[in-house]
């Protein structure tokens, strides 16, 4: 036994490797080297710093060293019957078995157990051998040689998967129902976030009848279900999980296990989401318009709900229970939309706003439908099945525009575009060019904005290219003059040039 003393604190180890976990407590990492006392360690054996960070100094070399601190780890811990023979690892204690696995790690950075001449002559050994000295490869060598398995870990029982997790030894052995120590496994039974990699192992922990009982791939997928559905797998409820389980396949697919357990009462049909215990005022419509709308858009919308937890459930991704719980909340959502969009389809056509209406009628087939139905239903105006141009022309008729009043508003609604895209045009190119730098004549630091602006200011107002080689080069002109501005396509310049210029001509 090894012990740390401090003036603060004093801890103890059973072995060296189990003193560098020590040395990343507070009480000791904080203290002077020359404060800190190791007994029980053998002559030579000291704790020095390296690079700020507690070491360990001891005589041999690089072999030696991490060959004795393995044997002593192995001794120390609960790797060994009294025989002299490998226990399996669901018998090793999970302390010891991360003790082992920390020790490798620890052989990655070489300087916290050896020194420079250590590591030197360790280094000129191996290439002497035709080798490159890495200490955690030597370290994984006399592991596999002393544990018979290497930093991968040993096999899982039942498998020919190999891991290093000791909780997955455990969760497997206890599958095969392997007798497992009960020390072992009470530090399962406190430590529920042990099993993040196979959730199902803590129901194996703590249902001993499931051991054994249940195939792992079935096992796990019910463990899933009950789990996402809040309820508990234990002694109560096991033998009705293991008789369902016969019921499944081998591959079982998590919605079919959900619906037999489902089907069996383990676990309750889905609750409607909060908002449905909330009464909604779906409002009043304005016209018949209005409400035909409505009504139409809300049963599409529940169309195409039902529809697509048809297809999920078709394709196997949900379960019967999901698919219900989904065609419930959609026939309850068609009876709580309200008469928004109604209302205001319908006001846009009592005030003849015909852009809005273009948005949503003056669209292919697909889209829209329920809209188009109930405007053809109700105004008896054919919006389906026609030419875009005639679709077109029957949105501004429901507005009372003849074909010169339509003539007339598009080509405004060109010019409000044009004039659109060329200010979000100069905008985006504002911003490009504020994040250039150029040097004015006195050379002071001036935005790529400021450039051109100051440019266009003078008088520059042609923009001009020309070729060097393969390249293209920009500059702002000013008349007959030799002398110009640079612009650069790539900084912004050039496209905040054009658009200003642009803007000015208009």
Request: a neutral charge; charged letters at 25%.
């Amino acid at each position: 036994m090894y012990t740390l003393t401090t003036p603060n604190v004093v801890l103890t180890s059973p072995t060296l490797a189990g003193l560098f976990p020590l040395f990343k407590d507070d009480r000791v990492r904080e203290i002077d080297t020359c404060s800190i006392r190791l007994a029980g360690a053998d002559a030579g054996e000291r704790i020095t710093r390296y690079n700020g960070a507690l070491a360990l100094r001891m005589p041999g070399t690089a072999r030696s060293i991490v060959t004795e601190m393995l044997h002593e780890i192995r001794r120390a811990g609960s790797f060994m019957r009294p025989d002299g023979s490998h226990r399996e690892p669901r018998e090793v204690l999970a302390s010891d078995w991360d003790a082992l696995f920390e020790f490798v790690e620890l052989c990655r950075n070489p300087n916290l157990l050896l020194s420079s001449d250590q590591i030197d002559a360790a280094t000129a050994e191996e290439r002497a051998a035709g080798k490159h000295f890495v200490l955690s490869d030597m370290c994984i060598e006399t592991m596999e040689r002393l544990f018979g398995f290497g930093y991968c870990g040993p096999r899982l029982p039942g498998t020919r998967e190999v891991q290093s997790r000791h909780a997955l030894h455990v969760a497997y052995a206890l599958l095969a129902n392997l007798p497992v120590p009960d020390r072992v496994l009470e530090t399962y039974r406190s430590d529920p976030g042990a099993f993040q990699y196979a959730e199902w192992g803590e129901v194996l922990v703590h249902v001993p009848s499931l051991r054994g009982a249940i195939p792992g791939a079935k096992l796990r997928t019910i463990a899933s279900v009950m789990r996402h559905n809040g309820k508990p797998v234990n002694e109560q409820n096991a033998d009705i999980i293991t008789m369902l389980a016969r019921l499944l396949p081998d591959d079982a697919p998590y919605p079919h296990a959900e619906d037999v357990l489902h089907a069996h009462g383990l676990i309750d049909d889905l609750s409607l989401p909060e908002t449905f215990s909330k009464p909604v005022d779906v409002g009043q419509p304005v016209s018949p318009l209005a409400n035909r709308v409505r009504e139409l858009v809300a049963a599409s919308i529940c169309r195409r709900a039902v529809e697509y937890a048809d297809k999920e459930l078709k394709a196997g991704r949900i379960s019967q229970r999901a698919h219900r719980h989904r065609c419930n909340i959609a026939r309850l959502d068609q009876g709580r939309h309200t008469f928004e969009y109604g209302n205001r389809m319908a006001r846009s056509l009592a005030e003849r706003n015909v852009e809005a209406l273009l948005k949503v009628l003056d669209t292919s087939d697909e889209h829209n439908r329920a809209s188009k139905t109930a405007f053809e239903e109700v105004l008896g105006v054919k919006l389906l099945r026609l030419r875009p141009a005639a679709r077109r022309r029957a949105v501004f008729l429901l507005c009372g525009y003849n074909e010169v009043q339509q003539t007339q508003w598009e080509a405004q609604a060109a010019q409000r575009k044009a004039a659109s895209e060329a200010e979000r045009d100069l905008q985006d190119a504002r911003k490009a060019a504020t994040q250039a730098r150029y040097r004015d004549a006195e050379d002071a630091v001036i935005t790529g904005m400021e450039h051109v602006d100051r440019a266009i200011s003078d008088g520059y107002s042609s923009i001009r290219s020309y070729r060097i080689g393969a390249s293209v080069r920009y500059v702002l002109a000013r008349g007959e003059e030799r002398t110009a501005r640079r612009l650069s396509a790539k900084d912004g310049t050039l496209a905040y040039a054009r658009a200003v210029l642009g803007t000015l001509a208009s």
